[in-house]
């Protein structure tokens, strides 16, 4: 019986330290899961003020190839 005790003692404890183990790798985990999400979020953020920046550019385009063309269209008449 002491034997068996003694064994039992063992694999409790080594079941103890598997799951304070597994218990700290999941904290990590969520962590980086956190850190992850937000780094995700910074990322949706800057590239929704990239594409507003786009967008403004784009217009600027427009409006200089029309003033250009309206630019050369006087010259003509």
Do not use: W, Y
Request: aromatic fraction near 4%; glycine fraction near 2%.
């Amino acid at each position: 019986m002491s034997f068996l005790k003694s064994v039992l003692k063992v694999q409790v404890g080594l079941r103890v330290q598997e799951l304070r183990a597994l218990t700290s790798e999941n904290l990590e985990l969520k962590e980086i899961e956190t850190f992850l999400e937000d780094q995700g979020d910074a990322l949706s953020s800057q590239e929704t003020a990239e594409e507003a920046e786009l967008n403004l550019l784009k217009k600027k385009v427009d409006m200089m190839v029309e003033f250009t063309e309206r630019r050369k269209l006087t010259a003509e008449e």
